[in-house]
């Protein structure tokens, strides 16, 4: 444990979080794009080319504008809000591997820090992300903000129970809660071929809880209960300005990687495909381009569905996603029992 | 709770005063009136021939239909006839105009329940429309297009043409739109048992049009009491079977279908000749009263006009069917959630234009 | 430092990195934006009318009774989680055991299901 090794973590995590910064604004000008191209218009092209400058220059109009804070407000929970939201958005990223482990006496690799825990880490992060909300609707002192807050409450315990119990088949397959482990003992192993032929079953069947159960957890259509522009005008963040509600917007965007970088690495292999070697840049680039597979589906959904009602999330969570998880687990224990 | 005027959903500045109890609503109470403009007491102020213009601002999405129960109500109390013509090239416009008011409903309707796309696709078909109006007419909005005793001017040449091209543009349109609202899983939980009217609420009510045909009730003035000249062509009248926001979507969404077949069916029968009766200079219609009513987009639109004989009304009385559609609003989201209002509230389909006066 | 603490070293570092992050913009917006405060901008926002009252009142939540259930079940998911990685291990006799647990939960949920915990309409 030099100084190198220090420098070397301190370079890796500021790349992560630059990455993650430039990320957000790439992701906005997407999905605009995208929406754009689903509906028949143009989109953002006015700043810079094809418009691509224009997330930037929302974020330093953000940055410009006039800081409010709504009288009888709470102010210190005020602002606290959007620092409850960012904070474990980013945090989370810090355990995602984006590649193999490249040095074994070391354990360093490509991604910040190696967890033996990562999975229950990110997990816990993630449902860190309610209190944020519910916070700002409840020290906003504004009736909307209140209704957002609380849906997200609402929200939290339909889906988060389905969520954990469709990872125990992965789990239960990879034996482990590393996240770098679990990537490479999901690979097909030696002799394996026909009881790993009949797990991706239930793997898929997790894989399908898990984007429900995702696409709930950062609040985005069809379930974005909290914000819902057509009921609460903004929700939780209507009385949000400047750089307070850019935070929580840039925390949306990073729950979104998050999510999808998770779902990456536990379903869709993590930074391995075929015959794409694991050194240089390529786990980085193959990694990348799942995570954006995953984005890409979540501005499809926004596009074409509407919303949801918030109760009918709960039921959808408590009488279909629940059992069919726990059914899930039960066919996974079966399954490897019998061709072990 | 305040909802509105400023609210994404409320279509315009309607104010509801909500009694929530957490998200279940206890009363609603509209409070109208932002956008009040005295249409009635306008009328008596101005000469028959000036008042047309202001009709268009009524129920703005639907100005032909207000221009054609103005222009009809003083020809009825003129008796005067009016060529053939015109007659057809009024419905061809009125029903144009139908579809390119339902297209805006389907589209908020959508974004009420949360579906961004199919706004953008209602609107860039409604824009179709709204060039064939432009090339008849010259306006986009607020058409002023007929006159007493018939229409401004004749179509242009190739106008009918186009109508036509437009009739076989949209039906693939519509099918992407049933594809992403009709038949969609979660827009259908979202509506259907929403804001059930009965058919007996909705005879008590008043309401009329796809509020009142959502419920099962087959009722439509174009059907019952023909104007212009549609008893001389075919079309259904769709009715719904639950009365619920869903069979008002689809009610609305069929009308669309009966309109094109009305317009093709128009564009098949209409005459040459005039467009314009021979109207005085200065109309004076007899004294006497009337009443007369067009179906519009939202329901019956009815005109009381009484007339002492000199060149302004000396009273005229319209019947909004948003006006009155709105009334059962309160009755219809007790004990329903915030996220059921602004369906209900959509699916009631207003202008405040129209409810204000 | 324990030696299973160290990798969580780095996170804690990146933790400060990202709330540094955050206060400073945060005093960014603060400090660059304009400050032109007036009573009316301040009022909470209810549709452009003089808000009714306040917001800070009792709030019914109907779905308390799920909200209990929720931290109920996801205890017993989180048991599940440790036997999930040592299943391979466990076996045969781990199914079993497990089969009775979630037999014994199921149960419950059934009962629920059947009160009708879960319709709050």
Known sequence: MDWTYWLFLLLKMVIVLGWALLMVPLLIYMERKVLADFQARIGPNRVGPVGILQPIADGIKLLLKEDLLPAKADKYVHFL???????????????????????????????????????LF?????????????????????????????????????????????????????????????????????????????????LTISFVIYCICGVAETNRAPFDFPEAESELVAGFHTEYSSMRFALFFLSEYVN??????????????GWKFPFVPETGPFPLLVFLAKVM?????????????????????????????????????????ILMIAFQ | MNMGPQHPSTHGVLRVMLTVDGEWIRAADPDLGYLHRSFEKMAELRTYVNYLPLTDRWDYLDAMGNNLVYAET????????????????????????????????????GLDVGANTPFMYCFRDRERILDLFEAICGARLTYSYMRIGGVACDAP????????????????????????LTGNQIFVVRTRNIGVITPEQAIEWGLSGPMLRGSGVKWDVRKEYPYALYSEVEFDVPVGTRGDAYDRYCVRR???????????????????????????KIIRPKAGEVYHSVETPRGELGLYMVSDGSDKPYRMKIRRPSFVNLSIFPELVRDWKVADVVVILGSIDIVMGEVDG | MPEYLRPYLPIFVFFLLVFGFGAVNLLLSWMLGPKKPNPKKLSPYECGITPIGDARHRYPIRFYIIAMLFILFDIEAIFLYPWAVYYKQLGLYGLVEMLIFLGILLLGYVYLWKRGAFEWE
């Open chain 1, 293 to 333: 597979i995953g984005l890409y589906g979540y501005m499809w959904m926004r596009a074409t569905w509407p919303r949801l009602r918030y109760d009918r999330l709960m039921k959808l969570g408590w009488t279909r996603l629940l059992p069919i998880a726990l059914a899930n687990i039960i066919l996974t224990g």
């Open chain 1, 122 to 202: 990110i997990l816990g992060l993630g449902s860190l992300n309610v209190y944020a909300i519910t916070l700002a609707g409840w020290a906003s002192n504004n009736k909307y903000s209140l209704m957002g807050g609380i849906r997200s409450s609402a929200q939290m315990i339909s889906y988060e129970l389905s969520m954990g119990l469709a990872l125990i088949p992965v789990l239960m397959i990879a034996g482990s809660l590393d996240l770098v482990r679990i990537v490479e003992n999901l690979g097909v192993a030696k002799g394996e071929g026909l009881s790993r032929l009949l797990l991706t079953v239930p």
């Open chain 2, 74 to 109: 003083v020809e009825k109390l003129m008796d005067l006839e009016v060529p053939p013509r015109a007659h057809y090239l009024r419905m061809i416009v009125c029903e144009l105009n139908r579809i390119a008011s339902h297209l805006v409903f389907i589209g908020t309707f």
């Open chain 1, 81 to 119: 809000a959007p620092l409850v939201a960012v904070v474990p958005a980013f945090l989370a990223l810090s355990v995602v591997p984006f590649g193999p482990i490249t040095h074994k006496e070391t354990g360093t690799g490509y991604f910040v820090t190696h967890v033996n825990v990562g999975l």
């Open chain 2, 254 to 280: 069929r009308e669309i279908d009966e309109s094109l077949k009305i317009i093709r069916q128009c564009l098949d029968k209409i005459p040459e000749g005039d467009v314009m009766a021979k109207v005085p």
């Open chain 1, 256 to 269: 979104m990687i998050t999510v999808c970088a998770l779902a990456t690495t536990l379903f869709l292999g």
């Open chain 2, 157 to 180: 040449d190739g106008w009918l043409e186009q109508v036509r091209d437009f009739c076989d543009y949209l039906p693939p349109k519509l099918e992407e739109l049933d594809d992403l």
